[in-house]
């Protein structure tokens, strides 16, 4: 077991599941469709959930259930939501210590997810893009042997010191960026190579190395002269793969029914870097990634499908298609 905190974003989902969402096709539309139903409309739901959410609260659940002590840095305001968040926290034993409240609201999305499992999110991110630097417990984070990070919303300056302090104290650290961290660029390229594992999806290592999306091995190249130690590449149904030493694995996605996709991301994050901890072969993190994000999908929200150890390690003795080569 080793010590892990985990800083980032937290927001309360609410997750309304309707098989009368539209999924339309359209040029103007990013990615080419979108779900939708028409202004002033009004649609009946099947399902619905509220359940913290955010890459703070999803991997530190994530890595807890997978035999890591956690403890998480988080901001939630002093509302009743931000009471409910810590509630549904404290039933999964993860340390609150660290947790900071400000005297806003506690951040919220609603998911609406369509029949397919897809899903679009509308957030505010409320206190929760407030982490402030001064109320971090510096000397209880020395007792930490792996940092994660996910989005910081967009604090640079919080990036870079969380980054020399992981240097300074001999602690290693590991980011699956936001979209305002990828949204600067220079910047985040500057840290890159101080990371022990950096976790993006296809799309986003496109944009932040400025190569084509479909030029996968140029960029995981690229990446691999950056001198990142570990580098995860998600690529949806597809599946993802892991770079290490200049070796690159590819693997499948696991073969489950999407529910919804909320937190697959988290949930790919927490299997990799508790593989990784755990002293496991790059493919056995490939894996158990894969496995964390396959179960996740297969449920409603981001925390249900999330897997105990003990289920790890059913799902990792599945034969799951893989390639390996040098780059």
């Known amino acids: 077991m080793k010590k892990v ?26 990615g080419g469709i979108a779900i939708c139903e028409m202004v002033g409309g009004k649609l009946e739901a099947e399902r619905g959930l509220m359940e913290s959410g955010g890459g703070g609260t999803n991997v530190s659940v994530g890595l807890h259930r997978l035999g890591e002590a ?15 968040m810590t509630k549904q926290l404290k039933r999964e034993d993860v340390d609150l210590s660290m947790v900071q409240k400000g005297n806003g609201n506690t951040g919220l999305s609603t998911v ?12 505010y991110r409320g206190e929760s893009e407030l982490l402030d630097a001064n109320k971090i ?36 650290i590991g980011i699956n960026p936001g979209r305002q961290e990828l949204a600067q660029r220079d910047s985040l390229l500057r840290l890159v190579s101080k990371f022990d594992f950096f976790n993006v999806n296809r799309q986003e290592a496109s944009m932040l190395l400025g190569h084509n999306f479909e030029d996968e091995q140029v960029m995981m190249k690229k990446m691999a002269d950056m001198g990142i130690r570990i580098v995860a590449v998600t690529d949806g149904k597809r599946g993802a793969s892991i770079l290490t030493n200049r070796q690159w694995i590819k693997m499948d996605a696991t073969t489950t029914k999407s529910v919804d996709d909320t937190g697959a991301g988290d949930a790919f994050v ?40 003990g289920d ?14 040098w780059v």
């Not at 792996?146 to 602690?171: C, K, P, R």
């Not at 790890?312 to 390639?323: C, F, L, P, Q, Y």
Request: include cysteine.
């Open 5 to 30: 905190v985990v800083i980032g974003a937290a927001v309360m989902d609410c997750l309304v599941v309707s098989k009368a969402l539209k999924l339309v096709k359209g040029h103007e539309v990013p």
């Open 70 to 84: 956690v403890k998480t840095v988080i901001r939630i305001g002093g509302d009743d939501v931000g009471e409910l």
């Open 112 to 123: 609406l997810v369509a029949a397919n499992g897809g899903r679009s999110i509308v957030t």
């Open 137 to 172: 417990d510096w000397e209880e984070m020395k007792k930490a042997d792996w940092i994660q990070l996910s989005s910081l919303g967009g604090n640079t300056h919080l990036l870079e010191d969380i980054v020399s302090f992981a240097i300074e104290n001999g602690i290693r």
């Open 270 to 309: 927490s299997g990799v870097v508790a593989g990784i901890l755990q002293e496991k072969k790059p493919e056995e993190c490939l894996k158990m990634g894969l496995a964390n994000g396959g179960s996740v999908v297969a449920k409603l929200g981001a925390k249900e499908g999330l897997l105990y150890k």
């Open 312 to 325: 790890m390690e059913k799902w990792v003795s599945k034969k799951i298609k893989m390639t390996e080569e």
